[in-house]
């Protein structure tokens, strides 16, 4: 069974800095390519931020580009958004994704999710 779990959301002031964790179990985490969504209220659920299986390729939205970084350590089975310059726009909550193609099927797994909040 696979589990994503995220940690490190909480509340920062406007222009500060918070990094997210996300846990893998259930599966041999270097084989997967991991992504971070975020909701915002009011919104549907976007993509922030990719990376692949070995972790020197990613990919960012336009909104996150020069501000966040997606990182991992598959010997920790472990994946990280570290976001700076934070704004009020940026509050919502972050979600670890991927999915595992198996016999054909494809099946995607997501964390939580762990709630940001940037207010003064």
């Known amino acids: 069974q696979v589990q994503l779990v995220e940690s490190g959301g909480g509340l920062v002031q406007p222009g500060g800095s918070l990094r997210l964790s996300c846990a893998a179990s259930?599966?041999?985490?270097?084989?997967?390519?991991m992504n971070w969504y975020r909701q915002v209220q009011g919104k549907e659920r976007e993509l922030v931020a990719s990376?692949?299986?070995?972790?020197?390729?990613?990919d960012y939205a336009d909104s996150a580009k020069g501000r966040f970084t997606i990182s991992r350590d598959n010997a920790k089975n472990a994946l990280y958004l570290q976001m700076d310059s934070l704004t009020s726009e940026d509050t919502g909550v972050y979600y670890c994704?991927?999915?595992?193609?198996?016999?054909?099927?494809?099946?995607?797994?997501w964390g939580q999710g762990a709630q940001v909040t940037v207010s003064s």
């Open positions: 990376i692949n299986r070995f972790g020197d390729s990613t």
């Open positions: 259930g599966v041999t985490f270097s084989t997967l390519i």
């Open positions: 994704s991927s999915y595992r193609t198996t016999w054909g099927m494809r099946n995607d797994y």
